[in-house]
């Protein structure tokens, strides 16, 4: 397993039961490129937003991300994968409670895409992308699921139970407060 | 194969969904995690087959291998309670489906209980006496039903060197005055004459709370989940006053440990005039089996809450800083001596 980012108490805690634990930032990871092997079951970016906090260039995601998820894509061997997590964008971004430091899905995906990432599946995270409490698959009925769950003490019934129908879930799918994308390596 | 394609297939050769045999591409899995992230806790992953709107099973994996014992030793414990209830066990306890090693981890694969835990109720609910009536006499007949089904005759004569365990150990990670220290060897010596002349022992759910509760809305019979704590016992004392402790817990209000214990304290002194004699009548008297009398039941299932993570992983959590708080609390508490 290649852990990318700076959580050391993940790392810390990963080290107790993996042996191949190697926490790496955004430039070390581009550095390594040419020495690591493509090796790793396990490529894991558990907080995308965190490669952009290395570098002054945080406005340009882009150009951070383009070549770490290239470096991730060389490194895993074929029939691995790659875990990313990061924070939703409000969709009302443009309002004063917005949310601008997150992502959506389909922005994440698109750079897994152009990195070299073919097969990508996508899950919500509640009730944020660093901890979940749930991770599931952006899917009418999970999501549905998951909703009833999480918001089990809403009153009345009937609104929490009209919020989990799996037609609302699949509208809420935009406003979730995380997301993670899991890549196969073929 | 991924592992989430290797839950998809096991669920499906283990007949979690019938209707889809011969097909595991249609399943969907959501991770919950369970409790909070120390590498002994489980989580849990819900299977979905074929865009079904609620699970069909949940598979239980360890966050560290190590710690796997644990999940092998739920999967025995409800094992044992199959056999013990035949097909009656259906409804009352998920059904497992079995236990399977999957690269160094172990995966417990179960049938889902469908329904809503308690502990989806409004808070309301903990000020609501005629309404806690009713849940506390539901679960103390659901669990006397248990304890029945399953009692045996035989004595396995564990229980008094089991508590003399954690009455060490609280005394070990607690440092507890002189007075608690005399109240837990009272309680050593009263916890080995009640079991002296028992005749029957019993599968004691272990972790018997609200929050494990489920209550099928359709049928209304309550399921008990979470069957990892399960062990045989010869006193029936930890499953009928946890159940009290918790509720009592969960309806203190946020704050310190401290102050939840004092909380909880006093929510229960008000509970012993009416709501906790009704409950321990549902219960009824033990038949053939112990039950140890309000006080001491509560304290002794203070001392196993403050003392099981350290005892069980080697590790200490914050809550056994709120048992042992409430330990201290219901040791002062007068007149309920029975």
Known sequence: MLLIGSDEALAGHLALSYEQVTPMNATQVVERLSVEPAAFDLVAIPDLR?????????????????????AAHRLSRPGGVLYVGFGGRWPFRRLPWGDRQGFT??????????????????????????????????QGAATGFVLGRHLKKLRPAWLREWLARPGLARWGQAWLPGYAIVAKMY | MTDLDYLSELAQTTGCDPATSGSFAGWQWLLVANSDAGLHNNVLLFGLANGSAAPTCVAKICRSPEASWVIEKEYSNLTTLWQALGDEAAGRAPRPLGLHRHGRDLVFLMAYCPGRSWLTERRSLWRDERRLRDRFGRAARALRELHDRTATAGQPSITSSVFRAQANAFQALYRPPAGEVAELARLQTVVGQRQSDVRRHILLQGDFWPGNIVVNTQTGRLAV????????????????????????????PPGSPGQRALAAADLLASWSRVLIPTYLEAYGQPAGYALLPLRDGLLATCVEMATRPYLTFGVQQEDGLLWRALFAELRLWPGTQT
């Open chain 1, 50 to 70: 965190y490669l952009l906090n290395l570098t002054a260039e945080a406005q340009r995601p882009q150009r951070i991300f383009g070549p770490v998820l290239q």
């Open chain 2, 225 to 252: 989940v979470d069957w990892q704590a399960a062990r045989w016992s010869p006193d029936a004392s930890q499953d009928v006053y946890l159940f009290i402790l918790a509720a009592a817990v969960e309806a203190a």
């Open chain 1, 105 to 138: 899905a389909g922005q994440v995906g698109g750079w897994l895409r152009r990195a070299g990432f073919s097969s990508l599946t996508y899950f919500g995270a509640i009730p944020d992308h660093r901890m979940p409490l749930y991770l599931f698959p952006l």
